[in-house]
Nanobody, 113 residues
Framework: QVQLVESGGGLVQAGGSLRLSCAAS????????MGWYRQAPGKQRELVAT???????NYADSVKGRFTISRDNAKNTVYLQMNSLKPEDTAVYYC???????WGQGTQVTVSS
């Protein structure tokens, strides 16, 4: 079992920044790739970024150059630094270990125009 707690969301104006955190606990020793996902109202959940234990990253085209994923393996925590936010980034953001069905409760990000 893995427990995930996302935090750091909030309301921000377009062009602003937020830093999300995802703290994992439980059976985390064999987690390799962690991902951030988001779900906007009326839309399907989509992958935003992934990072391997070794630091290899991948991003959705819509966030490349604006978002940065990172992790602290000692703290079992993954971060998502979001800069130059746009109204279309408004969504609930979740983290998930790739290949598992574990989800946290999510954190709401709202970007006003």
């Amino acid at each position: 079992q893995v427990q995930l707690v996302e935090s750091g969301g909030g309301l921000v104006q377009a062009g602003g920044s937020l830093r999300l955190s995802c703290a994992a606990s439980g059976s985390t020793f064999n987690i390799n790739v962690m991902g951030w996902y988001r779900q906007a109202p009326g839309k399907q959940r989509e992958l935003v970024a992934t990072i391997s234990r070794g630091g290899t990253t991948n991003y959705a085209d819509s966030v490349k150059g604006r978002f940065t994923i990172s992790r602290d393996n000692a703290k079992n925590t993954v971060y998502l630094q979001m800069n130059s936010l746009k109204p279309e980034d408004t969504a609930v953001y979740y983290c998930r270990p790739s290949g598992t069905s574990y989800w946290g409760q999510g954190t709401q990000v709202t970007v006003s125009s």
